[in-house]
Structures are given as C-alpha cells and as structure tokens.
C-alpha cells in the first residue's frame, strides 16, 4: 500500500512568488492535515480537510489556504511568499471511518526555501 | 490553550543506554489525547503511541516504554537498551478528544542521539 505522497519533494522560491505544495493522502484515506515544521516554531499545524471541507485551521495568515478534492488529495497554497515561509511542509492523512480517531500517516514532506 | 512542554532539546547516550524523553502539557480540556512520534533524518513523522486521557495505564511496547501521570501533566517516553537506530528526532504531542483529534499541538521535539 502507497504512503502519502507530497510533490514536489524541494522547492525554491522567491519573496512575493506564489507556491502550491500538493499531497496524495493513502488510498482510501479522506482526512488530510497540513503542517510547518521550521527551527524557530517548531512544528504548528496549518489546517485539516475532510470532505473537501476544511474542519480545522491553524493560526496562520490568511496567505495559507488550501484545499481538498474529491479524491481526497490536497493542495495549499502560499501567497506573497514572505522569506518566514522557508519550512518543511508535512501532509498527514487518516482514514476517518466512523468520527473516531484513526492513526495520522505523515508524508516525507515538501520543503520550501523562499529567497 | 493548549501547550507541550519538551525541555530536553538534545540528549546524547552511549549504545545499551536507557534513555527518558520528558513531557509536559497544558489544557483546560477534561478530554484529550496525547501521542509520540518519532522524526528520523528522512523527515516523515513515525506514529510511536497515542493514549487517552481516561487511560492512565503504564504501556511497554518491546523497548518502549510510556508513563502518563494526570497529576502532574506529564507523558514521559523511556527507551531502554538504547540503539543506533533509535537516533531521531522524538516529539510529543496532544489534541482534543472529539472534534479536533487530528489538530496536533507538538512539543518542539528532543533530539535523541545514540552513539555506539
């Protein structure tokens, strides 16, 4: 079984660029959740997409958006990128069967350089 | 609010070692989970546990070992025979029991490195 995919693996942008990370949650999976990882914050959740509906969000500028198709995969975007947004961007996905907690599946990550 | 406390940002040991990775936590919910992963150099988090907050049962899982102590907020990780390949970055983690279980408020991590 396929883990969770995240494409492109590195990127590297410039200040005021535009960026859209993408993630393939595990087959089967309709939850997916964003997150960044950077040395000063540490890890921080971004948002969270179930039904292409976005359940939960972090506090994050509006900047951060995303969305959720309906095969499950995700996209966020990076508006107006700012050199603070040079991170590692973690995707999760889980199952969610019956509203209950399933194991969170991480992909390896996109990580982000803005110049 | 909720808030993980991880003081230990690095600890270093020597092979066969046993090793205890600290965590602290604050939240007004009665209800919640706490979880550890594990964040090898290839970056993808690894799922390590997860325990309810009405479970304060002891777990042991092959050298793995965790101790939830309610009273004092703590989620404590043992690792015991410590290994090379246990090097990694170790985060503790903790989210609402219903309604938000996947908004995961992490610990900023301790760096576990195991020397031979």
């Known amino acids: 079984k396929a883990g969770v995919t995240q494409t492109p693996r590195y990127l590297i942008k410039t200040r005021g660029q535009q960026v859209t990370l993408s993630c393939s949650p595990i087959?089967?999976?309709?939850?997916v959740s964003w997150y960044q990882q950077t040395p000063g914050q540490g890890l921080q959740f971004l948002f969270e997409?179930?039904?292409?509906?976005?359940?939960n969000k972090g506090n994050f500028p509006g900047r951060f958006s995303g969305r959720q198709f309906s095969n499950s995969r995700s996209e966020m975007n990076v508006s107006t990128l700012e050199l603070g947004d040079s991170a590692l961007y973690l995707c999760?996905?889980?199952?969610?069967?019956?509203?209950?907690?399933?194991?969170?599946?991480f992909g390896p990550g996109t990580r982000l350089t803005v110049l | 609010a909720q808030k993980v406390t991880q003081a230990q940002t690095e600890i270093s040991v020597v092979e066969k070692e046993d090793v205890t990775l600290d965590c602290v936590y604050e939240?007004?919910?009665?209800?919640?989970?706490l979880f550890w992963y594990k964040q090898p150099p290839s970056g993808e988090l690894v799922f390590l546990i997860r325990?309810?907050?009405?479970?304060?049962q002891n777990e042991i899982s092959g050298r793995y070992s965790w101790n939830f102590q309610k009273s004092t907020s703590s989620f404590n990780f043992t690792i015991t025979a410590s290994q090379v390949v246990d090097s990694a970055v170790y985060f503790c983690?903790?989210?609402?029991?219903?309604?938000?279980?996947?908004?995961?408020?992490f610990g900023a991590g301790t760096r576990l490195a195991v020397h031979p």
């Open positions: 983690a903790l989210s609402k029991l219903s309604g938000g279980y996947n908004k995961l408020i």
């Open positions: 325990r309810n907050s009405f479970d304060e």
């Open positions: 999760a996905s889980s199952l969610v069967l019956a509203g209950t907690w399933d194991e969170q599946f």
């Open positions: 997409y179930f039904s292409e509906t976005q359940r």
């Open positions: 939240t007004r919910d009665t209800t919640y989970y």
């Open positions: 087959s089967g999976h309709r939850s």
